[in-house]
């Protein structure tokens, strides 16, 4: 059933005329790729944008481009490449987000492409070595927070971020502009040969594409789509780094840049993206923390895995603090005692107490919360 139904969804990719919004289309109407092959004309013309002249190509083109998608289903398979429908549950998530989302990916891999953190890092091919020196450092920076790195197996930042990925033990994701079959630049295999067990390799591209230039765009929109953040380390002002920095903009995502020499070429992109407002400054993993919230998301998951305070420990001033903090969670000292009705005079001590019990935090306000 599985090989069935990823015959059907190749070919679908692969009918003159049906791109990637059709094809999303068409399955949404007819509820599968199979379906969409097997339903009557009658059923098809129905379709909003589908008329008698897209319905004869499907008829007429509907042989080779099954024929064509046996035959890469069966070279997916000799080459261990999972083919992801865009309806897979394991597609990215993040990238069916974006408008131009591609509908069939080819992945060689062991990583999970819907991982709770997603970072791109993109650059210049020309990086200097303050760009290596601050690309290896993000990466380790990125170590605690399991983070998976993604980028584009290109000379310079690209092939850095893999390698130091790789070095640190975090899972990194190569998108390539070529076919699942052809790693280019070819130098970078020995990269990626790692990466298929620490990472993957991803590509839109099927079976024989080469790299040509047209590509990298594309390539660029899904580095862009599938993370949260994009991270732009070194990129001259006329470049497809910054083009992938605009990308991410226009899909709403959050893009960093990393202050560079005023005086050198390949921060002039940097800079001019930080100072026109495109891209937040990246000085320390602290920024992308906190841009991102993570440290507000590790806090949650913390408290949501703690075991519930069990009030039978505490004297009957310290139950009525506790039981207003644990409905506010926060609350200013003058309403903390209103609420729980204990007089001010009394409500420092008990505070107090509650702080070198490790249970209550002071914060800056006069305000107090619970840990």
């Known amino acids: ?24 289309l068409l399955v949404s109407y007819c509820g599968s790729a199979r379906a969409v092959f097997q339903a009557p004309p009658g059923k098809l013309l129905k379709i909003p944008g589908v008329g008698p002249k897209l319905i004869k190509s499907i008829q007429e083109n509907a042989r080779t481009a099954l024929l064509q998608a046996e035959e890469w289903v069966k ?50 091919r020309q990086i200097t070595s303050y760009g290596q020196a601050v690309t290896e450092r993000i990466v380790e920076e990125l170590k605690p ?8 197996l290109a000379y310079g930042v690209d092939v850095v971020a893999h390698r130091a990925a790789l070095q640190a033990g975090l899972p990194t994701i190569g998108v390539m502009a070529s076919g699942p079959d052809i790693v280019y630049p070819a130098v970078h295999r020995k990269y990626a040969d790692r990466m298929l067990t620490q990472g993957g390799l991803l590509t839109e591209n099927p079976f024989g594409t080469k790299p040509d230039a047209p590509r990298f765009p594309a390539r660029n929109r899904i580095i862009a789509g599938m993370s949260d953040c994009t991270i732009v380390v070194e990129a001259a002002m006329k470049s497809g780094t910054l083009i992938t920095a605009d990308i991410a903009h226009s899909y709403d995502k959050e893009v960093m840049a990393v202050p560079g020499n005023i005086t050198s070429p390949v921060s002039e992109g940097t800079n001019y993206l930080i100072k026109s407002l495109k891209a ?26 703690a075991p519930p305070l069990d009030l039978s420990e505490f004297n009957e001033e310290e139950v009525k603090v506790l039981q207003v903090l644990l409905q506010s969670r926060e609350e200013h000292m003058d309403n903390l005692s209103w609420k729980a009705q204990v007089p001010v005079s009394a409500l420092a001590s008990v505070l107090l107490g509650l702080e070198f019990k490790g249970i209550v935090k002071a914060v800056p306000g006069k305000r107090f919360m619970l840990l």
Not at 145 to 152: A, C, D, I, N, Y
Not at 280 to 305: C, G, I, M, P, R
């Open 1 to 24: 059933m599985g090989d069935d139904q990823n015959l059907y969804e190749v070919a679908l990719t692969r009918l003159p005329g049906v791109g990637s919004q059709l094809t999303r």
């Open 75 to 124: 070279r997916a398979e000799e080459l261990e490449v999972q083919l992801l429908f865009y309806t897979s549950p394991r597609f990215p998530d993040r990238l069916k987000q974006i408008p131009d989302a591609p509908t069939l990916l080819y992945y060689r891999g062991n990583a999970d492409l819907n991982q709770h953190r997603i970072v791109s890092m993109v650059g210049t």
């Open 145 to 152: 927070f399991k983070v998976m790195v993604v980028s584009g």
């Open 280 to 305: 937040v400054a990246y000085t320390s993993v602290q920024d992308l923390v906190e841009l991102l919230n993570w440290d507000l998301q590790d806090e949650a998951a913390a408290k949501a895995k």
